[in-house]
Structures are given as C-alpha cells and as structure tokens.
C-alpha cells in the first residue's frame, strides 16, 4: 500500500486522483498508483461509487470505456450550464444530435444512408461529429462505389457515460405507440450493413445483434426518411444520456466579456 494510505483511506484516495484527470482510468492502473491489490482498488472504486451516490453529491463516479471517471451530476446540468458561460460553445446542434443518434443505433453506416434516414443531406454534421472525435471511419461498405463506413469512437463512449453501445437506452421507451416502435426498427434495421473492413488498432463497436441485410429494392440499402415521431424517439432516446457533464478544465476556457 502506498505509503500513508491505509485500506479505509482508498476512496478519498481514489476520489483525488480521478479529480486530477480528464480520462478514464482503469482499477489496475489506480492499483499500480496506490500500490495495492485490483481487487482492493476495484472495491473501493465501488465504495466511491455508492457514497457520492447515497450522499447526494454534485459528482458522481461512473465506469466508462474502460475505466472510472468523475461527472457532474446530471441534476445540476442546468446549473452548471449557466455557470460556464463558454459551454455553449462546446454543444452539438440538433442536426449533430439526431446524425450522431442514428450513427450510435445503426452503426456501421455511411452518410448515405444517414442522409436518408434524415431526409437531408448530413455531410455538416458528419464531418463535425468526426471533427470533434466522436465519430470515425471504420471500414468500407460492400456496395457500388464502396462508400465509407461511420461508427461511434471511444471518445464517444466517454463524453457519454457509457461502457458500451450496448448501453444506449431501449428505444422502445420513447416512442409514443406501437406503430412508431416498429417504424424505428425497420428504418434503423434497413441501415444496418456489414463492415467489410475496421482499420488497424481499432476495435469495432459493440454492436453485436445489430446488423441485418440491406432490404432489396434500395440503392445502397437506406430506407425511406423517418417520420418527425419517430425522429424525435431517436434522439430523445440519445439525448437522454447527456445530462452528466464531464469535468471542465477552467484553466483552458474562455470567456466573452464586454470591450471596455
């Protein structure tokens, strides 16, 4: 154990060296930190986990591609909204919003077929979403022309709080009746391809389940755009997730302020 630090004092331990980062970080490597076994590490990361809950905290402790990370608590993302003025700046537009929830739900994908899911053309969002990292090439589809192939990033999975894809939550939750449910489900399916290649010292998204052959009768297997109900079940579906704030680096932001 390192030294000072007895076994009662690994959470405020922990809870200091995850304040200090802007990344997730793994129990072994907190272990290695802290010079203890990952078995301990892993149950004090649990114990954090369970006061800043219970406590009723401002921040809470979540697991996250692959590692522990400190966020805000979604409760106070009004609050904190209003306070970093500069965070207006780092928000993704609507259209950014639904390109990167029909991308999350349906990946791999290629910007046809998220423009026609849309009904729009969606090369601004895409290229922002790829831009701020969030999105990324993962191959190419098996069709004419061998158009791109877009997945969800790691970074993606930790702005979002989410361990896997397979967390995003059930669609079926936010849809406001049966016919819109089965609507979701044949569009987004009617998306969904192969990926016939993943760039080396890339991992493919968990997506397992997910995939279905492109419908006959289709350019490049894109259904027709999603009706405004169902559009709007996807990306509240998606925007559910992002209330928790990561951490802000203050030393790096700046604020607009009236020219004297």
């Not at 060296?17 to 649990?46: G, H, I, W």
């Not at 986990?49 to 979604?74: C, D, K, M, Y």
């Not at 993704?92 to 910007?111: D, F, G, K, N």
């Not at 053309?121 to 990292?133: H, I, R, Y």
Request: proline share 5%.
């Amino acid at each position: 154990m390192f030294q000072g630090i007895t076994e009662a004092d690994l959470p405020g331990a922990l809870e200091a060296l995850l304040f200090v980062t802007d990344q997730p970080v793994s129990a072994v490597t907190l272990a290695e930190m802290l010079e203890c076994d990952v078995s301990l590490a892993e149950s004090a990361l649990l114990a954090l986990q369970e006061q800043l809950t219970s406590g009723n905290r401002g921040i809470q402790l979540r697991e996250v591609a692959g590692g522990w990370r400190l966020f805000t608590h979604p409760a106070y993302h009004e609050l904190i909204e209003k306070y970093v003025v500069s965070w207006d700046t780092r928000k993704l537009s609507a259209a950014a919003m639904e390109t990167l929830a029909i991308v999350a739900y349906s990946q791999p994908v290629t910007r046809g077929q998220v423009a026609s899911v849309r009904g729009v053309n969606s090369d601004s969002p895409m290229n922002s979403l790829v831009e701020k990292g969030l999105l990324r090439e993962m191959g190419v589809a098996d069709a004419p022309g061998n158009p791109v192939l877009y997945g969800t990033t790691r970074t993606f999975l930790e702005k979002f709080g989410l361990r896997s894809v397979a967390d995003l939550p059930d669609l079926a939750q936010f849809v406001p009746d049966e016919a819109t449910r089965r609507l979701v489900a044949e569009r987004l399916s009617a998306v969904r391809v192969q990926v016939e290649a993943v760039p080396d010292g890339e991992d493919a998204p968990d997506a397992e389940g997910l995939q279905a052959p492109a419908p006959q009768g289709t350019e490049d297997g894109a259904g027709a755009p999603l009706e405004d109900a169902a559009r709007a079940a996807v990306t509240a579906a998606f925007t559910a997730l992002s209330g928790a704030v990561e951490k802000i680096d203050f030393d790096t932001l700046v604020f607009e302020t009236d020219d004297e």
